[in-house]
């Protein structure tokens, strides 16, 4: 590659150059983090408004939930959290029960979630351990509310 070949690339305007960075998206991130008391919330609050690119912060300590607007990557986001603060931070693992088929199921069910929310699992053995089997199936459909003299036992 000549001079005038490296001179040409610097200053050409296509869009095809792999060498720049590409813009981060922008974001919402949703962290489940401890917060006791009015202190730690103005901890964890101190601690995501200096990173670059946060646009807002919003700190809901009833259900322990730190959500961050911004060009910001969520590994990094919990990794300063957790390092800035001291405090055990993960992302949100909840979601509403309505989005789960088997909110019930062992795996999903936590009893530490927020009113309304239920662990999200997309693993197979859960999904697998939620339905019934036909045995189960055939003894709870042997009877019926609707026609109680319709019985197929007999």
């Given at each position: 590659?000549?001079?005038?070949?490296h001179i040409s690339?610097?200053?050409?305007?296509?869009?095809?150059?792999?060498?720049?960075?590409?813009?981060?998206?922008?974001q919402t991130v949703?962290?489940?983090?401890?917060i006791d008391c009015?202190?730690?919330?103005?901890?964890?609050?101190?601690?995501?408004?200096?990173?670059?690119?946060?646009?807002?912060?919003?700190?809901?300590?009833?259900?322990?939930?730190?959500?961050?607007?911004?060009?910001?990557?969520?590994?990094?986001?919990?990794?300063?959290?957790?390092?800035?603060?001291?405090?055990?931070?993960?992302?949100?693992?909840?979601?509403?029960?309505?989005?789960?088929?088997?909110?019930?199921?062992?795996?999903?069910?936590?009893?530490?979630?927020?009113?309304?929310?239920?662990?999200?699992?997309?693993?197979?053995?859960?999904?697998?351990?939620?339905?019934?089997?036909?045995?189960?199936?055939?003894?709870?459909?042997?009877?019926?509310?609707?026609?109680?003299?319709?019985?197929?036992?007999?």
């Amino acid at each position: 590659m000549g001079a005038f070949d490296h001179i040409s690339d610097l200053f050409d305007c296509s869009s095809s150059g792999s060498r720049f960075k590409k813009r981060k998206q922008l974001q919402t991130v949703e962290i489940k983090v401890r917060i006791d008391c009015e202190g730690c919330e103005r901890k964890v609050r101190r601690a995501v408004e200096g990173m670059r690119g946060v646009q807002q912060v919003d700190i809901e300590p009833k259900q322990n939930k730190l959500t961050v607007v911004g060009y910001v990557e969520p590994a990094k986001v919990v990794a300063r959290v957790s390092h800035r603060t001291g405090k055990r931070a993960e992302l949100w693992p909840y979601v509403p029960y309505d989005v789960v088929a088997h909110p019930y199921a062992p795996g999903v069910y936590d009893r530490k979630a927020p009113a309304g929310y239920v662990r999200y699992s997309e693993d197979a053995q859960i999904s697998h351990l939620a339905r019934a089997s036909s045995t189960e199936v055939r003894y709870t459909t042997a009877f019926s509310d609707e026609n109680t003299a319709a019985c197929a036992i007999m």
